[in-house]
C-alpha cells in the first residue's frame, strides 16, 4: 500500500512540475509579447513565480492560478517590475506599470 501512495505522490508531483513549466513559457510568451508591442526591454527574459493557488475558470473547472513577476525597462538605465497572472496556460491579467511621463510646463 505503501508503494502505490509514494507512486500516486511522485506521478502527481511530476505533473505539477509539468504543468508550471508549460505555464512559466506561456507567461514569458506573454510578457515578452507585451513588452515588444509597447516598445519596452523585456529584462533578463524570465518571469519569477509569485504565487499559486486553486481558481475556478469560467466553465467551473478547478486550474491553478499562477501569478509571476518580471521586470523591463523603457529607458534602458532603469528596472521597473511587471507582473502577468495564468489560469491554467490562459493569461487573465498581465500588468507594465510603467511611470507616468514628466509633465513639461512652458514659460513664457
Known sequence: MTEIFFL?????LGWLWWDSMQ???AAVAAARAACD?????FLDDTVGIASLKPARNASGRLLLQRAYDFEFSDT??????G?????GRRVLLLNLQTRPLATVTTLH
Do not use: P, T
Open 23 to 25: 505555464a512559466r513559457e
Open 37 to 41: 508591442a509597447e516598445g519596452l526591454l
Open 8 to 12: 500516486i505522490l511522485f506521478v502527481a
Open 83 to 87: 507582473s502577468v497572472v495564468m489560469l
Open 76 to 81: 534602458g538605465d532603469n528596472r521597473v517590475k
